[in-house]
Antibody
Framework: EVQLVESGGGLVQPGGSLRVSCAAS????????MTWVRQAPGKGLEWVSI???????YYADSVRGRFTSSRDDSKNTVHLQMNSLRPEDTAIYYC????????WGQGILVTVSS | DIVMTQSPDSLAVSLGERATINCKSS????????????LAWYQQKPGQPPKLLIY???TRESGVPDRFSGSGSGTDFTLTISSLQAEDVAVYYC?????????FGQGTKLEIK
């Protein structure tokens, strides 16, 4: 059974950093594209980043240069390192499998506030 | 980057009636090499992650009721619910996956009239 479990969320001050992780089971992250999507409170979905099966990684304009996606094949986990955080980055962060996302985690809340 | 625009923003339909949601992309999502439209539809209920309904613009995901259908090509797409059920109350999103930078529409909130 495919499962995705996010962790690492919480409260961080503006300008700070946080890393959220997504542990996968039931499949191998090495062999699949992995996507990050976020949703600000009461707002719509925003595509954030995708890691391809090779080394290619792509980002939305809103996070490029501040966020870094990575993959830890040994732990079957993907990470989203978020730096220079802003209040507008406050959102539930979801990881999902593939570019067409049939499998999603339950999401993890990141709050950027002083 | 491709901008996705949905209409309407909200929609109220009577039970058993048809619901239609539109999605327009700022450039064509039809890839000439495989003649496929790189467009998906999702349903999201409160407190839940989104659920994939449709991909390749018109292919229903396994387990999705056949009252859900997708159509369109190029820049204009439609999600149709043929006979609205109470459990279909949700927010619906289109998403393109053409190229390397993807995006969602702003969402359409579907309610019962």
């Amino acid at each position: 059974e495919v499962q995705l479990v996010e962790s690492g969320g919480g409260l961080v001050q503006p300008g700070g950093s946080l890393r959220v992780s997504c542990a996968a089971s039931g499949f191998t992250v090495t062999n699949n594209y992995m996507t990050w999507v976020r949703q600000a409170p009461g707002k719509g979905l925003e595509w954030v980043s995708i890691i391809h099966t090779g080394t290619n990684i792509y980002y939305a304009d809103s996070v490029r240069g501040r966020f870094t996606s990575s993959r830890d094949d040994s732990k079957n986990t993907v990470h989203l390192q978020m730096n220079s955080l802003r209040p507008e980055d406050t959102a539930i962060y979801y990881c999902a499998r593939d570019s067409v996302m049939a499998y999603w985690g339950q999401g993890i809340l990141v709050t950027v506030s002083s | 980057d491709i901008v996705m625009t949905q209409s309407p923003d909200s929609l109220a339909v009577s039970l058993g009636e048809r619901a239609t949601i539109n999605c327009k992309s700022s450039q064509s999502l039809l890839y000439s090499s495989d003649n496929k439209n790189y467009l998906a539809w999702y349903q999201q209920k409160p407190g839940q992650p989104p659920k994939l309904l449709i991909y390749w613009a018109s292919t229903r995901e396994s387990g999705v009721p056949d009252r859900f259908s997708g159509s369109g090509s190029g820049t204009d797409f439609t999600l149709t619910i043929s006979s609205l059920q109470a459990e279909d109350v949700a927010v619906y999103y289109c998403q393109h996956y053409y190229g390397n930078i993807y995006s969602f529409g702003q969402g359409t909130k579907l309610e019962i009239k």
